[in-house]
T-cell receptor
Framework: GAVVSQHPSWVICKSGTSVKIECRSLDFQATTMFWYRQFPKQSLMLMAT?????????EQGVEKDKFLINHASLTLSTLTVTSAHPEDSSFYIC????????????FGAGSRLTVL | GENVEQHPSTLSVQEGDSAVIKCTYSDSASNYFPWYKQELGKRPQLIID?????GEKKDQRIAVTLNKTAKHFSLHITETQPEDSAVYFC???????????FGTGTKLQVIP
């Protein structure tokens, strides 16, 4: 089946630094990937839709200059949290459609970001 | 846009009993409804899905029902086991369309 690899799994950084999270589709091509943010005990909130070769589409309220998304190839999308602050600490998960059934979303393992 | 509501937010059942989670959606154009199970600190995993051209789908102990007229769908887990304990999310989308809207989640606890 479709596999989405995401790393790092855990990252701790100092306030003001930038952190990059990678999301790769391992056995399929993903023209579109999705980035979600999940706070403890809460649902998955879509942040942006990453489109290969073009600009990402951000959801309302998500700062595009804060959360930079690059989707330079059919198998890789990156999310960079710029000038991170403690309130950016969260669980970030990517997903892509692939495998048997184009509607099925396959998720990465998630990246837990802690900003000190 | 689509709005998906999910109830209850928490659910505790005795092992062997059934669990039911209900969701409603707002966009009548939605026609694909997946359910995901998320264990603590892990990725959501698809457990079952249903398309709007069917009213019910079953996979072993898990079943999903859909009422398009009322715009609600439900997850049924029978003979619950402790390993069923997790957070369950319903979702809705339009087939062929990219965006998937998730419900708020239900934390299911199966008590041995």
């Amino acid at each position: 089946g479709a596999v989405v690899s995401q790393h790092p799994s855990w990252v701790i950084c100092k306030s003001g630094t930038s952190v990059k999270i990678e999301c790769r589709s391992l056995d399929f091509q993903a023209t579109t990937m999705f980035w979600y943010r999940q706070f403890p005990k809460q649902s998955l909130m879509l942040m942006a839709t990453s489109n290969e070769g073009s600009k990402a589409t951000y959801e309302q309220g998500v700062e595009k200059d804060k959360f930079l998304i690059n989707h330079a190839s059919l198998t890789l999308s990156t999310l960079t949290v710029t000038s991170a602050h403690p309130e950016d600490s969260s669980f970030y998960i990517c997903s892509a459609r692939g495998g048997a059934g184009a509607n099925v979303l396959t998720f990465g393992a998630g990246s837990r970001l802690t900003v000190l | 846009g689509e709005n998906v509501e999910q109830h209850p937010s928490t659910l505790s059942v005795q092992e062997g009993d059934s669990a039911v989670i209900k969701c409603t959606y707002s966009d009548s154009a939605s026609n694909y409804f997946p359910w995901y199970k998320q264990e603590l600190g892990k990725r959501p995993q698809l457990i079952i899905d249903i398309r709007s051209n069917v009213g019910e789908k079953k996979d072993q102990r898990i079943a999903v029902t859909l009422n398009k007229t009322a715009k609600h769908f439900s997850l049924h887990i029978t003979e619950t086991q402790p390993e069923d304990s997790a957070v369950y999310f319903c979702a809705a989308s339009i087939r062929g369309y990219q965006k998937v809207t998730f419900g708020t989640g239900t934390k299911l606890q199966v008590i041995p």
